[in-house]
């Protein structure tokens, strides 16, 4: 072991990636790599974008956005026919609160698997947890920590630590019967939010200020009474997310969940995964409704038509390495595995 802790930090970071490298390229997997810039991101309203221009010589512009994740690429690859493939790409986001797990650059790895749903990738990545806890220098107890995943669903975690019923709640309001693209859904929506204000009345917390949502009611009641308590022993499985927060993953038929997990290291978020979302009707259904917070008129129609035509079934995963190289080296922030403290953003 390095005794600089900067060169260590380098070389740890080195192996963590030639590990994860090795690991999709023995599986068959193909390296790519997209674009950071894109006109037309993917619309996510609790993300916010760091935003530039494209000049051009006749003196008008074109606005671009650096992009959060590199999804909007790879599934356009995805449809032209890639199979299944990894990336290891810088991401932004602005508006973030520099706090200990937080920056406006990153780096992520994501995968897509084909012909796979959420539950398939649990194994990939316990599998490729494994591989990468092997590549740098740990206690022996550091190491069995990350050996095995703990699998919980989120109607588990809300009946242990909120002691109710999510799932009940959320097919009462209509949730399970009713899709975004249905005129009954908004419907559902009112009514979820109704009775997710009222299990925070129920626990002495305000119910709901002017302009939250059933998912923002949702987040708060997680975050308050759940997600402290979840299960730290070993890496966490968090499944089953409610349909109700605006993603792209597919929803669980004639349930009220989406085909969604999260990954808690430590009780930290280190990566989240989908069962893909492809239909047409899906995506323009979510398009339509997240893209306001851009204020543009840049359509996407030809990005949904393709990936609907083209896309295959696959499952999709997104892993912060800057958190996990942070947490196989034992520190309790970004601090550990910042290289470059002094450059102050």
Excluded at 68 to 76: D, H, V
Excluded at 91 to 99: I, P, S, T, Y
Excluded at 301 to 312: A, D, L, T, Y
Aim: aromatic letters at 10%; a negative charge; glycine letters at 6%.
């Amino acid at each position: 072991m390095n005794s600089n802790p900067l060169l260590q930090t380098i070389h740890n970071r080195n192996e963590l990636y030639r590990t994860i490298r090795n690991y999709f390229n023995s599986r068959g997997y193909l390296e790519v790599h997209t674009p950071l810039l894109a006109s037309r991101p993917i619309p996510e309203s609790h993300i916010e974008l760091f935003r530039t221009e494209r000049r051009f010589s006749d003196g008008t512009s074109k606005p671009l956005y650096l992009l959060p994740s590199p999804e909007l690429g790879m599934k356009l690859l995805l449809a032209s026919g890639s199979p299944s493939l990894y990336q290891i790409s810088p991401c932004f986001r602005n508006g973030e609160q520099l706090d200990r797990w937080h920056r406006l650059e990153f780096t992520m790895l994501e995968w897509y698997r084909l012909e796979a749903e959420a539950d398939d990738n649990i194994k990939e990545t316990q599998q490729l947890l494994e591989a990468c806890a092997q590549s740098i220098p740990l206690a022996g107890r550091a190491r069995e920590a990350f050996s095995e995943l703990t699998v919980m669903t989120m109607e588990e975690a809300f009946r242990e630590f909120a002691g109710f019923s999510l799932e009940n709640d959320l097919r009462g309001a209509g949730l399970a019967q009713s899709a975004p693209w249905d005129k009954e859904y908004p419907a559902a929506l009112r009514t979820a939010a109704s009775v997710l204000s009222k299990r925070l009345s129920e626990r002495g917390m305000p119910s709901g200020a002017p302009g939250e949502d059933a998912a923002d009611l949702f987040h708060r009641l997680f975050l308050t009474l759940v997600e402290d308590r979840l299960p730290r022993e070993h890496p966490l499985v968090l499944k089953n997310w409610p349909s109700l927060i605006p993603t792209l993953a597919r929803r669980i038929p004639h349930t009220p969940w989406a085909d969604r997990w999260e990954l808690y290291i430590h009780g930290v978020e280190v990566a989240n995964c989908y069962g893909e979302e492809n239909s047409r009707k899906a995506l323009e259904s979510y398009w339509e409704n997240e893209k306001a917070q851009y204020k543009t008129e840049d359509e996407s129609g030809e990005w949904i038509q393709r990936v609907s035509e083209g896309m295959p079934a696959c499952s999709g995963a997104a892993m912060g390495l800057d958190r996990l190289l942070a947490l196989l080296q034992g520190s309790d922030s970004l601090k550990g595995v910042d290289l470059f403290p002094f450059l102050e953003l």
